[in-house]
């Protein structure tokens, strides 16, 4: 009788929650050691939203945010969901990206940035001819109706608070786009 070979080991890829701690996010893929690692669940963000919104050409979404954690599941919800993402350190550095000739079909801000705070770059975007109708997410830990108030004053299209729910953030990313 010959022993049954084992896999050498399987790991676990996905970003864990900082902001919940020992929980991963909604999503996470098991995948064995040394071979590639595709998602093939049927469950996660990719599911979700991929087939029956998925453009022939990738929608592109700006995120601004000066934590990196933050900035690494956004990427990561996003870019399964089937979007092209450009990350984005600070304030000045998105402001930067909305003055390119970069297409943006969504910019996801933090208001709380070095450089230029999120909603000194709505302001901004606001007031360029060729930006005024990209819509903008205000994605913060800052949740004062102050906050709140300003960002919708601006022209913000939604204003959703850390910790959030990156299933609930992706519909609302997908209504928002969509018109849904």
């Known amino acids: 009788m010959r022993a049954a070979r084992r896999p050498k080991g399987y790991a676990i890829k996905g970003e864990p929650s900082t902001l919940q701690p020992f929980k991963f996010l909604d999503f996470y893929t098991v995948c064995r050691v040394g071979s590639p690692c595709r998602s093939r669940s049927k469950k996660g963000p990719k599911s979700m939203h991929a ?27 996003l870019e399964m969901a089937g979007f092209e993402v450009d990350l984005r350190r600070d304030g000045t550095d998105a402001l930067e990206a909305v003055q390119g000739s970069q297409h943006y079909d969504l910019i996801l801000l933090d208001i709380m940035m070095p450089g230029a705070t999120g909603l000194e770059v709505l302001g901004k975007i606001r007031a360029m001819d060729e930006r005024k109708s990209t819509p903008v997410v205000i994605l913060t830990a800052k949740g004062q109706d102050a906050d709140r108030q300003a960002a919708f004053s601006l022209g913000a299209n ?12 992706l519909a609302r990313i997908h209504e928002i786009i969509d018109g849904d």
């Open 51 to 77: 087939a029956e919104h998925q453009a022939t050409t990738p929608r592109r979404i700006l995120i601004a945010d000066d934590e990196p954690h933050i900035r690494r599941i956004l990427q990561t919800v």
């Open 158 to 169: 939604d204003f959703l608070t850390k910790p959030f729910s990156p299933k609930k953030l």
